[in-house]
């Protein structure tokens, strides 16, 4: 284990499992049309990775790259698009796929951009949710889990950048962040 990970919440094999569980599942909800996949940046890039390859159809994938704006704490609801989808969603049924719900502003944002697409649909899947993302009204069709509110990192979740390759999901030992 990381010197700064407090304790594993999730280890490689619960990862595994219940992105396999999910990938069951979108298989047989999406089997008259393959989705298209579109993954966050750069959070997303672990579970699209794994989640992809649990889905045994010929799904497409594309990225968006979003921020948050303004200084400070982030997830201030104001999105601006650092890097688009290269696909033409109309018609489409789209998979949004993150790591994690925290305010669950980041999604609401994204959301209503691809609604306003003309996609066939709109689902989401993250691996992980937090308590607070329950505040804004967003239908999530698949979550891997419910965590508690702490500071995770790894498995594709940073800290200034830095544990995104950590194989499990971790809490941040505070003294990282924290003098
Ligand atoms: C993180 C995470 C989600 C978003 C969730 O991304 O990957 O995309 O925040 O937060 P919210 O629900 O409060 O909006 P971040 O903006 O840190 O970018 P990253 O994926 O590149 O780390
Ligand atoms: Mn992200
Ligand atoms: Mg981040």
Same mark, same amino acid.
């Given at each position: 284990m990381h010197e700064d990970v407090e304790r594993v919440?999730?280890? *490689?094999?619960? +990862?595994r499992d219940r992105l396999a569980q999910i990938g069951r599942q979108i298989t047989e909800d999406y089997a008259q049309e393959p989705p298209i996949l579109v993954g966050v940046l750069k959070g997303a890039v672990m579970v699209m990775s794994d989640l992809a390859r649990a889905i045994d159809l010929p799904v497409e994938m594309d990225w968006m790259a979003v921020s948050s704006y303004g200084s400070g704490t982030r997830s201030s609801g104001v999105v601006r698009i650092l890097k688009d989808l290269g696909t033409d969603i109309t018609d489409r049924h789209v998979l949004i796929v *993150?790591?994690? +719900?925290?305010?669950?502003?980041?999604?609401?944002?994204l959301l209503s951009n691809l609604r306003s697409r003309g996609p066939r649909s709109v689902e989401v899947c993250t691996m992980l949710r937090k308590p607070d993302a329950a505040?804004?009204?967003?239908?999530?069709?698949y979550v891997g889990f419910d965590i508690p509110n702490e500071f995770v990192i790894g498995?594709?979740?940073?800290?200034?950048?830095?544990?995104?390759?950590?194989?499990?999901?971790?809490?941040?030992?505070?003294?990282?962040?924290?003098?």
């Open positions: 919440l999730l280890d *490689e094999t619960a +990862i *993150e790591d994690i +719900i925290d305010s669950g502003l980041t999604l609401k944002w505040r804004v009204e967003i239908d999530v069709r498995y594709g979740l940073d800290y200034a950048e830095t544990y995104r390759n950590l194989p499990y999901v971790g809490v941040l030992k505070r003294s990282v962040y924290e003098d």
